[in-house]
């Protein structure tokens, strides 16, 4: 199997402040979507639109396992079943990808398993969340009862 490719973007050009060699949204979202991981490091919180950019992009997310811990605001990933790459620490992610690397060349259909697994989870989270809010604006537009 052929090695994997380690692609970095300069930045998003689509987001405020993206730098003038950025990636474009279009070559933003191919990248995503031609990848297998995306590294979701935390911004000024660890909860952040890379997660959910990863999961919608059909990307196994790689998150800090200390972010992941029950009480933690990535709990829910974890709980809901969510497949990820945890790591310790940002310093692991070299050798991280090469035993990525190794695992995939050895038995690729896993990855393929998981990233399709993590898409029908991500699909479904978001369908309840639009139940959810269609169920809430409903609500709003009934006459009240109590009058």
């Not at 090695?3 to 950025?22: I, N």
């Not at 196994?60 to 974890?78: D, F, K, N, T």
Request: hydrophobic share 40%.
């Amino acid at each position: 199997m052929k090695q994997g490719t380690l692609r970095t973007l300069a930045g998003y050009g689509g987001r405020p402040g993206g730098a003038a060699a950025a990636a474009s949204a279009w070559e933003y979202s191919m990248a995503m979507h031609s990848a297998q991981f995306a590294p979701a490091p935390a911004g000024i919180c660890a909860e952040q639109f890379r997660i959910w950019e990863a999961l919608e992009a059909g990307c196994i997310p790689i998150l800090l396992e200390r972010h992941m811990a029950p009480g933690s605001v990535l709990y829910p990933i974890r709980f809901l079943r969510f497949e990820v790459v945890q790591l310790g620490s940002w310093q692991e992610v070299p050798e991280k990808l090469l035993q990525l690397g190794d695992q995939m060349a050895h038995n690729p259909q896993i990855w393929t398993r998981r990233q399709q697994h993590n898409s029908k989870l991500w699909a479904h989270v978001k369908g309840g969340v639009a139940t959810r809010i269609a169920q809430s604006v409903c609500e709003i537009g009934r006459p009240s009862t109590t009058q």
